[in-house]
């Protein structure tokens, strides 16, 4: 179905000057009963433990980073320069990419994630030993030609072990409990992403009539059933957040190759070519970090002017202060 064209607001839905999983998927029911520890100790969503490589390697790595060039090889630089994806997928584990593709239109509308920054996920994802890479969302408009239109299905069609797919039956979902979620305390997640080992955010950088911008976080709403009820009974941003706790991205990779500054999600709007790639294991720092660096409506924002990003901050999901993070910044 299509959403129409929502209404620019100029100086940015969601955005103003007063602030306006890990999931254990595998063995997800079992963890759950794990949440209430989890809050008593301070931690957040349901963490599943990484081999001591990666944690070394996570150590050593920086926090986040900023790769620059053709969007295939700014995002394997980007990847690499945090350890690389070895230090996120294990031989044999069952990986989720979840870009944005929920449009049909091409790339350079800047509506979905860019096909070549897809693939190059799921390249790395099969040479770090995946067993099965999954690319997921969940359509707004006709689910085979967003797969055609958004160029993702014919960019991964030749990869072993790679599947593309647009799903929006009700018989693709599970309904979960949320327990960290303030507001948004049950929800209907995609089969796949709970039995998945590893989820990998690939969000395109957007703007959004609803919430300012659509990255990373925003983008989780591809994965459930009904997106509709977060706009209509919860404080969206909220929900947004209660989301997160649930479905924590491993990996974050925004894709700012080209950044629809206005007019989001559906478009058209103003196209900015930035040809930038970010990459973090920390969605809230990724996100911040694209709304940091590029024009949003015209002009420029702070992460905290993004309340689910603030939000977010707060409930101790992730950082926005930019200023405390190591970032390498790369040249593909």
């Given at each position: 179905?299509?959403?129409?064209?929502?209404?620019?607001?100029?100086?940015?839905?969601?955005?103003?000057?007063?602030?306006?999983?890990?999931v254990s998927r595998r063995n997800f029911l079992?963890?759950?009963?794990?949440?209430?520890?989890?809050?008593?100790?301070?931690?957040?969503?349901?963490?599943?433990?990484?081999?001591?490589?990666?944690?070394?390697?996570?150590?050593?790595a920086p926090d986040l980073t900023v790769a620059?060039?053709?969007?295939?090889?700014?995002?394997?630089?980007?990847?690499?320069?945090?350890?690389?994806?070895?230090?996120?997928?294990?031989?044999?584990?069952?990986?989720?990419?979840?870009?944005?593709?929920?449009?049909?239109?091409?790339?350079?509308?800047?509506?979905?994630?860019?096909?070549?920054?897809?693939?190059?996920?799921?390249?790395?994802?099969?040479?770090?030993?995946?067993?099965?890479?999954?690319?997921?969302?969940?359509?707004?408009?006709?689910?085979?030609?967003?797969?055609?239109q958004s160029g993702i299905q014919e960019a991964?069609?030749?990869?072993?072990?790679?599947?593309?797919?647009?799903?929006?039956?009700?018989?693709?979902?599970?309904?979960?409990?949320?327990?960290?979620?303030?507001?948004?305390?049950?929800?209907?997640?995609?089969?796949?992403?709970?039995?998945?080992?590893?989820?990998?955010?690939?969000?395109?950088?957007?703007?959004?009539?609803?919430?300012?911008?659509?990255?990373?976080?925003?983008?989780?709403?591809?994965?459930?059933?009904?997106?509709?009820?977060?706009?209509?009974?919860?404080?969206?941003?909220?929900?947004?957040?209660?989301?997160?706790?649930?479905?924590?991205?491993?990996?974050?990779?925004?894709?700012?190759?080209?950044?629809?500054?206005?007019?989001?999600?559906?478009?058209?709007?103003?196209?900015?070519?930035?040809?930038?790639?970010?990459?973090?294991?920390?969605?809230?720092?990724?996100?911040?970090?694209?709304?940091?660096?590029?024009?949003?409506?015209?002009?420029?924002?702070?992460?905290?002017?993004?309340?689910?990003?603030?939000?977010?901050?707060?409930?101790?999901?992730?950082?926005?202060?930019?200023?405390?993070?190591?970032?390498?910044?790369?040249?593909?």
């Open positions: 179905m299509s959403t129409g064209h929502p209404t620019d607001h100029k100086t940015g839905p969601g955005l103003g000057p007063h602030l306006p999983l890990r079992k963890a759950q009963g794990k949440a209430a520890l989890l809050l008593a100790v301070g931690g957040h969503g349901l963490l599943r433990t990484r081999p001591l490589a990666a944690a070394q390697s996570a150590d050593e620059r060039g053709e969007p295939g090889p700014a995002t394997r630089a980007a990847v690499e320069a945090l350890g690389g994806m070895v230090a996120f997928v294990s031989p044999g584990q069952r990986v989720v990419i979840k870009p944005n593709m929920s449009f049909a239109q091409p790339p350079e509308r800047a509506t979905n994630t860019h096909p070549d920054v897809v693939r190059e996920l799921a390249v790395m994802c099969r040479e770090a030993g995946a067993a099965r890479v999954r690319v997921l969302d969940h359509p707004l408009q006709n689910a085979e030609m967003c797969l055609v991964c069609a030749a990869l072993p072990d790679v599947s593309v797919h647009t799903l929006s039956a009700a018989r693709f979902f599970r309904s979960v409990p949320i327990p960290l979620g303030e507001q948004l305390r049950e929800t209907q997640v995609m089969e796949d992403v709970l039995g998945a080992d590893v989820l990998i955010a690939a969000p395109v950088a957007k703007s959004h009539s609803a919430t300012g911008v659509s990255l990373a976080m925003k983008g989780m709403l591809g994965l459930i059933l009904d997106r509709g009820v977060l706009h209509r009974r919860f404080d969206l941003h909220t929900a947004i957040v209660d989301l997160t706790t649930l479905l924590m991205p491993d990996l974050t990779v925004v894709d700012a190759t080209r950044v629809l500054s206005t007019n989001g999600p559906f478009g058209p709007g103003k196209v900015l070519q930035e040809d930038t790639v970010i990459a973090s294991r920390d969605v809230v720092a990724a996100d911040a970090m694209a709304v940091s660096l590029f024009e949003w409506y015209g002009r420029r924002f702070e992460p905290r002017q993004v309340r689910h990003i603030l939000l977010a901050h707060e409930r101790g999901l992730g950082s926005m202060d930019l200023s405390g993070l190591r970032i390498d910044e790369i040249t593909a």
